[in-house]
């Protein structure tokens, strides 16, 4: 299953931050696609999203182009598997037993991932940098692999 859509949020710090006029932030400027997913962190935790497709708009009175929904969350890979054996006692009582696995691969879903965008400009360089660490990647997963069995007896 495909990811559901999500926003990305962002805070200026530094310089003007105020872009807008107003009391309303400025969205970010898109560069590029920003679904493409990048290399993984140096701790091995996966980036969705590709934090160097947005810019801070520069000029007074620019809103940025940034819509809404535009990144998409991780998709669900989910594999189920159930067995059972019935047997029987007689002509009136049967037994089943029933073994039910969820997610039974094991593959790691996430569930959400962090949209926050900071983009800082440093006024002594005149250099903007995203500086949130986690922009793009998961803050949440979904439940790991699942067992249950069960015995039923039937008269």
């Known amino acids: 299953v495909s990811g559901r859509p999500k926003s990305v949020g962002v805070t200026y710090t530094g310089g003007l931050t105020d872009i807008t006029g107003g009391s309303v932030n400025a969205r970010p400027l898109v560069l590029c696609n920003?679904?493409?997913?990048?290399a993984?962190?140096?701790?091995?935790?996966?980036?969705?999203?590709?934090?160097?497709?947005?810019?801070?708009?520069?000029?007074?009175?620019?809103?940025?182009n940034a819509q809404r929904n535009l990144i998409r969350r991780p998709g669900v890979i989910n594999s189920d598997l159930a067995l059972f054996k019935n047997v029987s006692f007689g002509e009136k009582l049967r037994v089943?037993?029933?073994?039910?696995?969820?997610?039974?691969?094991?593959?790691?879903?996430?569930?959400?991932?962090?949209t926050d965008l900071t983009l800082s400009l440093n006024?002594?360089?005149?250099?903007?940098?995203?500086?949130?660490?986690?922009?793009?990647?998961?803050?949440?997963?979904?439940?790991?692999?699942?067992?249950?069995?069960?015995?039923?007896?039937?008269?």
Do not use: K
């Open 123 to 155: 006024t002594t360089t005149n250099v903007i940098t995203q500086t949130n660490a986690r922009f793009g990647q998961p803050i949440t997963a979904r439940s790991p692999r699942v067992m249950q069995g069960s015995l039923r007896l039937s008269f």
């Open 34 to 38: 920003p679904n493409r997913r990048v």
């Open 96 to 114: 089943q037993f029933r073994w039910e696995t969820y997610n039974l691969f094991n593959h790691t879903n996430f569930n959400d991932i962090d």
């Open 40 to 64: 993984d962190a140096p701790d091995g935790t996966p980036d969705f999203v590709d934090a160097s497709c947005f810019a801070r708009p520069s000029v007074l009175g620019t809103i940025g």
